[in-house]
């Protein structure tokens, strides 16, 4: 078995993250978001939520998964899709959750 350290630190504070927003509801901890302008506050939350959870189960899975040698090519493909997908998710919340 194989232990990367860095996607495993960064997994694991991405699912805190994810609990924080998506069950506790601390929409105060998303930075770029207006907080008096977002009309449904219990959506982002979930949505910010779910994406945070799922990119940090990828990444720790990719952590203990990946041979040491192979991690730079890994990292160079999922990095990218990580940042479109949260990129995808700001332009979705600012064009259809912000008034």
Not at 2 to 28: C, D, Q, R
Not at 73 to 89: F, K, N
């Amino acid at each position: 078995m194989y232990l990367n350290e860095g996607p495993l630190a960064i997994g694991i504070i991405l699912l805190l993250f994810a609990y924080m927003v998506g069950i506790k509801k601390h929409t105060w901890l998303l930075s770029g978001f207006n907080q008096r302008r977002v009309r449904d506050k219990e959506r982002l939350s979930k949505l910010v939520g779910h994406l945070d959870l799922s990119t940090g189960l990828v990444l720790i899975v990719s952590g203990v998964l990946t041979p040491r040698s192979q991690l730079p090519a890994v990292m160079g493909i999922l990095v990218p899709l990580i940042a479109i997908a949260h990129v995808g998710m700001i332009i979705y919340v600012q064009k259809n959750m912000v008034e």
